[in-house]
């Protein structure tokens, strides 16, 4: 009760207040026009008009939201609501005096000086209201002051002098959140910028100091005790640049990570982090076409099996941008499916999250989990994918990955999706290891359900090749081993991998699904291949260490079931350019469904048995392009 009195008060207030300005400046306008002497006749006209302009007034602010804001955040749409508001309102002013008097008596700049006064007293009081709040803040008044007049603010106390990289959109919006925020205890001494047009120029009274590669010296002029690099589009050989001159200041620096991790596209200080591999990899910004990814996803049920892995859980954050009704979350492993449903659920309340703990094994949980939430949508992340594993026991990937996803795609189809969207990976590809060659076996099931015409399901199929920083990957692998001092483990100096970001992988994957037709292979354009040597020496000196010098690299061959380099296409297919540059389309599928299913009974009940030489004897008359490596 006292809150929505309190909020009547000053909704009360601000209309007074409007009320007064409004007056003022039709007063005014009549000084200004006879020269601050006004007739005795005129003065009786204005008195008797000023209620009426008043309420007109008023109630046209009203419509265009005047009071619906908060001074203490006017901005520039607030003012231009002001301006639209106070010209409106004179032009019905006008339109009453013409058709009541003809505008007999009355003198026409009147109206002219009353829509310029009106506009500035209105906008300048809620102006100067967000001018005293951030000048009376938390912070001491004198130090705002001085924010305002001079060309560097005060320092705060035992704050940290901070030098900000990228005199861009981005690198203000941060420097704005550390100055309204008090408890963010930075005090920015500077920006550094390449562009030659922004040398020298000031944002908000802080200057831009000069180019990177004159980075360390301004470091120490200004005496800068941490770097923040605010530059989320540059590219991989720009901040390979930026890092390594960072890095000869000898400070601490942390980026703001690429417009593609960004899920609300929010620049902020909480998404500020420790520069990692990925951003040497500088992958462009992925382009969506987010009104057809709309049409498939927003106001839908929306199924994720592995919802709690890397791509998985990507795909779930990513898919929670376009509105779904319901969001299933379908996880065998417990840990990681709290965290997503608990990071979701904070992140977008406004949406039903929904927690299943279940196998994908499991034909009987899948079809209880369709039977209730009635997906609409279904992407199929859920697969074992660590090769050295699966090659020890590959009975256990026969029946995860080829037996799992047989059920997925089972009681999809039982359930009417609309669509189903299979996660695969570039070792489906000739593939030499117990994983591809299972890949590429439920890579065959899903291709091949829309062969047949009485299928309205579309069954999509994603490939793409290794993901940075994903449970398995290398990344976390050479970053344990140099965290221990060493030596860091490769295969063969000659060892390539295609790379990509788990945000880019997770927004292809959706726009691929939107793309789909059914019974097609997708790939993505997975750049050009990485050296694995290479990203070793890059994570070491990203450590802040030498390679060979201060970590040691050591090779130990390749594994079981490993290649040197991996491919996206396998024999017989054929690239089809589509309309979005970072995705292509497979031609070819096959569809004998009858006697692939009769293979993978044969494989289940050799799977289950363990029996690893008829399992991989099998998998070769399935997959004629398998070619197992040396164990």
Known sequence: MEQKLSKYTNLATIILIDAVLISMSWYSAFLLRFNFDIPIESSGMVFRMMPGVVMVKLIIFYFFHAYQGMWRYTSITDLLNVIKGAVLSSLIILSLMLYTHYLRGWPRSVFVADVVLTILFVSGARVCLRLYFEMTGEDHLNDKVARWFTDKAKKRKNSVNLLIIGAGDSGEKLFREIRDNPRLNFHIVGFIDDDYLKQNKMIHGVRVLGRVEELPELAKKVNAQELLIAVPSATSEQMRTIVECCKKTKLPFKTLPGLGELINGKVTLNAVRDVAYRDLLGRETVHLEENLIGEYIRR????????????????????????????????????????????????????????????????????????????????????????????????????????????????????????????????????????????????????????????????????????????????????KQIEQGGPVTITHPEVTRYFMTIPEASQLILQAGAMGKGGETFILEMGTSVKILDMAKDLIRLSGFEPEKDIPIEFIGLRPGEKLYEELITQGEDIVPTAHKKIMVLSGTSCELDQLNEDIDHILDMAKKQDDKKIRVMLKKIVPEYQPADN
Request: charged share 20%; with cysteine.
């Open 300 to 479: 839908k049920t929306v199924l994720v099996t592995g919802a709690g892995g890397s791509i998985g859980s990507e795909l779930c954050r990513q898919i929670c941008r376009f509105n779904p009704e319901r969001l299933v979350l379908f996880e065998q492993a417990e840990s990681p499916l709290y965290d997503i449903d608990l990071e979701l659920k904070r992140a977008f309340p406004y949406i039903e999250i929904v927690p299943v703990l279940g196998d994908i094994r499991s034909l009987k949980r899948l079809t209880k989990t369709f039977k209730w939430f009635k997906p609409h949508n279904v992407f199929h992340a859920a697969a074992y994918k660590h090769v050295p594993m699966l090659e020890i026991q590959p009975w256990e990937a026969i029946l995860n990955n080829i037996g799992g996803t047989r059920n997925v795609v089972n009681t999809a189809l039982a359930s009417g999706v609309e669509r189903f969207v299979m996660v695969s990976t570039d070792k489906a590809v000739r593939p030499t290891n117990i994983m591809g060659t299972t890949k590429r076996v439920a890579e065959l099931l899903v291709q091949g359900q829309n062969c047949d015409d009485r299928v309205s399901t579309r069954f999509i199929t994603v490939r793409f090749g290794n993901v940075v920083g994903s449970v398995g990957s290398v990344v976390p692998l050479f970053k």
